[in-house]
């Protein structure tokens, strides 16, 4: 048998060019599905898993699932806002703890994640360097986050501008890195993490300038009792330091401070349950159950990916029938080097073996090539469900 | 009947004992029959066959190697009767104890020359120290016939009377007991056959193997101990000189 093996594995060589379009062919057929497959597999469990985690998500009416793939994902999305005065009606309630969750701002690239300490608890974020985003203007990094961006406590980072070319939004924030999360492998690590009173500072509505007293009277247009009127010229501070900290103040009613949508945390399933009726009974806000959202939204991808299976089942068939015609007329091209080796003594069925040994180690060395090329697409290909 | 004159002590290469063969030929010929009363070729011993196209000088050497089985008879190769082995066992039979020269020599065009000897040993399934052994002899046999430089080269890159010589090793390398050449100097000229069959006579009486060559070319047969007509291997042993 090793004999044939050598005559089949030397046959292969010297058919180099031959031998490594089949491999291709073979890989590429291969690939297809596995890395379909397997891709299938993680989003699945993925996606499960943490909706698993999270029981109920209270936001304003709208669509479920971005409500949802924003909460648990931080994907971007337009989200309707919910006032924080809903947050502080639904905690009187006292069915749950209530998370809010504020995110409509990115720091290059990574979604800032405004929330309080609690969220920070339920997920059990552990920092590795430094401390959990407590005072104004701190942020706490999740682990790629501060892998990718190189950052460690006490360096800065600088909000993205929302409105390049509109003067009359607030300008970026620097932000001081509290801390580096461990990594978890969820979508945490991708986030930059700070308290909800940031963000609103990112919004525009609350922000630090000079004290009224020490305003330049060339920017002051109007004085009163209880305010003072000045000049968009005015400028604002661009970063919060301890010393400014204190200027750092909000304008209009903070009780319609705006909110992404809010994490519930019920202390029994019957709580839960309570909760959701009760939100979505009154009808301003929805409360969504994360694990019934994933499942619908599951069944869509599953359809689909049912689709490329039978695709996929087409390809390596239509391969594997391409590939038997070229050992079918290769074995038509061997007749007389089978004839020679017969006569010589080798076992009967010497031609059978050869071709069907070589056709083995074509589909080994595609099917090694296309696993590796599946483990590598799933490890360099961008979190698919962060982009979803 | 026998092919021999006189009793010989040397060993039997090869013997053939009221052997008949027959197979039915197209619709309106005669069936081809052929019948070998009685011949043996001793170790060492040199024999050419000869006769017309179609008369049975393949169909000889086939049984000689096991290749095809008569429908009655013995025949024996290194004293070993092959009647009443399996297929299988012919098989390992023939790649132990018979080398093969074609006359288009047959070389596996993926192989290097040094590859090709050794393929009897690889079709055979040799140990890895029945496959040391065998290519020390390779190498030995190559520089016996004159191409221990071209080892490393393919078939295409060889000549003709090259390749010639590396169809003779390879059908010396497993140091059979028969050594079969079905006109093996049908595509040499008249110099490179002279010469091949000299060759081959040389190598295989060095190595005590009995050689039974189908020529026809007439004038290399006074080389061969003995020249066989297979039209007269019934009844005189067909031996004409």
């Known amino acids: 048998m090793s004999g044939i093996l050598f005559l089949a594995w030397r046959h292969a060589a010297a058919h180099r060019a031959r031998t490594s379009i089949l491999i291709a062919c073979v890989a590429l057929a291969l690939w297809v599905p596995w890395t379909a497959g397997a891709l299938a597999g993680q989003y699945d469990r993925t996606l499960r898993a943490r909706a698993a985690q999270t029981p109920l998500i209270i936001g304003a009416p709208g669509n479920r699932y971005d409500l949802t793939l924003a909460a648990l994902y931080f994907r971007p999305s337009r989200l309707e806002t919910v006032p924080y005065q809903e947050l502080e009606r639904l905690q009187e309630g006292g069915k749950a703890t209530f ?17 309080s300490i609690e969220y920070v608890e339920f997920r059990g974020l552990q920092p590795v360097a430094g401390r959990h985003a407590l005072r104004l203007g701190e942020v706490a990094l999740g682990a790629e986050v501060a892998e990718a961006l190189g950052l460690r406590p006490g360096d800065a980072l600088l909000s993205d501008p929302t409105e390049l070319y509109d003067i009359s939004r607030p300008p970026a924030l620097k932000m001081r890195v509290a801390g580096v999360y461990r990594a978890t492998g969820t979508p945490d690590d991708g986030a930059v993490f700070c308290d909800v009173r940031t963000a609103w500072v990112l919004e525009g509505i609350a922000h630090g300038h000079a004290p009224a007293e020490e305003i330049d009277e060339s920017l002051v247009l109007s004085r009163a009792e209880e305010s003072v009127a ?106 007389a080097e089978m004839r020679t080796l017969d006569r010589i003594g080798a076992p009967r069925r010497v031609g059978a073996g050869l071709i069907g040994l070589e056709a083995v180690l074509v589909l080994l060395v595609a099917g090694a090539l296309a696993g590796g090329a599946t483990a590598a697409t799933l490890r360099w290909l961008p979190d698919l469900v962060s982009t979803f | ?203 295989a009486r060095a190595r005590g193997a009995a050689l039974l060559m189908v020529t026809h070319d007439h004038g290399l047969l006074d080389r061969f101990d003995r020249v066989l007509d297979v039209t007269a291997l019934a009844g005189s042993g067909g031996t004409t000189r």
Request: charged share 20%; hydrophobic share 45%.
């Open chain 1, 230 to 335: 000045v000049s968009g010229a005015l400028m604002e501070y661009a970063e919060v330091t301890e010393e400014n900290e204190d200027t750092f103040h909000y304008h209009g009613d903070t009780a319609l401070l705006p909110l992404s949508a809010v994490l519930a945390i019920p202390a029994s399933r019957k709580d839960g349950t309570l909760l959701k009726s009760a939100v979505n009974a009154a009808g301003d806000l929805q409360a969504v159950t994360p694990t019934s959202v994933i499942d619908d939204l599951l069944g869509v991808v599953f359809r689909i990916k049912a689709f490329f299976d039978l695709v996929g089942g087409f390809l390596l068939g239509t391969t594997a029938l391409l590939v038997s015609v070229v050992f079918l007329l290769s074995s038509r091209l061997r007749t």
């Open chain 2, 1 to 203: 009947m026998t092919s021999d004159a006189a009793p010989d002590a040397r060993p039997a290469g090869a013997s053939l004992r009221g052997v008949s063969f027959s197979y039915a030929s197209s619709a309106g010929t005669r069936p081809f029959r052929l019948e070998v009363d009685e011949l043996t070729l001793h170790a060492g011993e040199a024999a050419a066959v000869i006769g017309p196209s179609g008369s049975g000088k393949t169909t000889l050497v086939h049984l000689c190697a096991g290749i095809l089985v008569p429908a009655s008879g013995e025949v024996s190769v290194g004293g070993v009767l092959l009647d009443p082995l399996t297929d299988a066992e012919r098989r390992r039979e023939r790649a132990r104890q018979v080398g093969l020269v074609f006359q288009e020599f047959e070389l596996l065009d993926y192989l290097s020359a040094l590859e090709n000897i050794l393929v009897p040993l690889r079709v055979r399934g040799a140990t890895r120290e029945e496959l040391r052994a065998g290519r020390a002899r390779a190498t030995e046999l190559a520089e016996a016939v004159g191409i221990a430089d071209l080892l490393g080269r393919p078939p295409a890159q060889l000549s003709q009377g090259e390749r010639q010589r590396v169809a003779i090793a390879r059908a010396l390398v497993t140091e059979p007991a028969l050594v079969l050449c079905d006109e093996p100097t049908g595509n040499l000229d008249p110099d490179a056959a002279s010469g091949a069959v000299d060759l081959l006579l040389q190598e």
């Open chain 1, 99 to 115: 998370v809010p969750l504020h995110m409509r701002f990115t720091a290059r690239g990574n979604p800032i994640v405004a929330t």
